[in-house]
């Protein structure tokens, strides 16, 4: 099936981002940079690598990367848009269904009030009405109609020194409130073999919720290659029968203020699963694992039951979170974002 591509003003094209492709993903990176979790005084240092790692998990479909493009004053064709539509398994209030989780939305800050995000968005619905995909879920830093939920991400600031000499400290965060341990429990890195264990932990633990995501063993896979290749971090905890039973994972990113004259790590947390941990000691044993890798921040949003741990211990409201948008799924009640989990990087 064609897709009858929507109509752009003269000067811009639609296009695709093919992660295979070193120089379109120093493209995006370099685009994500100024118009994707950019507050205006810092952005987040994505890096081609990763990048390349998020946007290929297993049976990814590089025409659900979505571009608009516009040509320059000196004939140079610049992104203006971009959408990545990640192919998964979720379910909705019991529903199971093929959908889209869509990531990285961003849109040229000089373009926001011009309505190019809703194009985009119905643009990649469009390609995913070709391929049978009919529903998705997509999550955006912007505010845009209709968020079906909000989360808030609040923040445990690590390196208390350097946060507060370069000004990121968060107003109410007294400096002296924030203990960080340098024991944990014994955790290991999982590898290959623990794959099955581990897919089996996730899916039992995300079908506790309304909204989740359902895993697949190569999805677990991509994972671990991604911390084998620093780009990811997973600890686990064993049983005496070698079963995983409880789960820590982190990404780590640079933050750069966008003068360049200061940076600090940032860790936002994936997966915290606990069944033999209470979760506020799991996250506290998450926050010292950052802070062996070098992280001055750790990130944690409000959804799943991480609210647990943000009302023990001593994190601070970050005054800022994503909004949760649904095509063609049938909510049947409000949702809060301790009804929803869905991660991907």
């Not at 929507?6 to 695709?16: D, I, N, Q």
């Not at 571009?67 to 000196?74: A, E, G, H, L, Q």
């Not at 799924?329 to 929803?340: A, F, G, M, Y």
Request: glycine content about 6%; aromatic content about 12%; overall charge neutral.
């Amino acid at each position: 099936m064609e897709i009858t591509h929507t109509h752009l003003p003269e000067r811009f094209s639609w296009g695709v981002c093919d992660p295979l492709k070193d120089d379109d993903m120093t493209e995006l990176c370099e685009f994500l940079h100024k118009n994707y979790m950019n507050d205006g005084q810092y952005y987040t240092n994505y890096t081609p690598e990763f990048v390349k790692w998020s946007l290929t998990f297993p049976d990814y479909d590089p025409k659900a990367y979505v571009c608009v493009r516009y040509k320059s004053k000196s004939g140079v064709l610049k992104l203006a848009g971009f959408i990545a539509g990640l192919l998964q398994t979720f379910c909705v209030d019991g529903a199971e269904t093929k959908g889209a989780y869509i990531d990285y939305l961003s849109v040229l800050k000089k373009l926001r009030k011009k309505g190019l995000a809703p194009v985009i968005i119905s643009e990649l619905i469009k390609y995913g009405v070709t391929i049978g995909v009919k529903q998705s879920i997509y999550i955006s830093a912007i505010a845009f109609p209709h968020a079906f939920t909000q989360s808030t991400t609040f923040v445990y600031p690590i390196n208390v020194a350097h946060l507060t000499k370069i000004g990121k400290m968060q107003e109410g965060c007294p400096p002296d409130r924030f203990p960080v341990s340098d024991e944990t429990n014994q955790y290991h890195v999982p590898e290959l073999a623990d794959v099955p264990s581990l897919c089996m932990l996730i899916n039992k633990y995300l079908s506790r919720f309304r909204l989740h995501s359902i895993v697949s063993q190569k999805h677990i896979e991509h994972l671990i290659d991604g911390v084998k290749s620093g780009l990811f971090h997973m600890y686990v905890l064993k049983n005496k029968t070698g079963d995983i039973t409880d789960l820590i994972s982190f990404d780590s990113h640079e933050e750069t203020r966008c003068d360049g004259t200061a940076k600090f790590v940032t860790c936002g947390a994936y997966y915290n699963i606990h069944t033999t941990v209470k979760m506020r000691d799991l996250v506290m044993d998450a926050i010292s694992l950052a802070k062996r890798i070098g992280a001055d921040l750790y990130k944690l949003t409000d959804i799943m039951d991480n609210i647990d741990a943000i009302s023990a211990l001593p994190f601070c409201n970050s005054q800022q979170g994503f909004y949760f948008y649904s095509h063609n799924c049938e909510l049947k009640k409000k949702v809060t974002p301790s009804d929803v989990a869905m991660i991907t990087p």
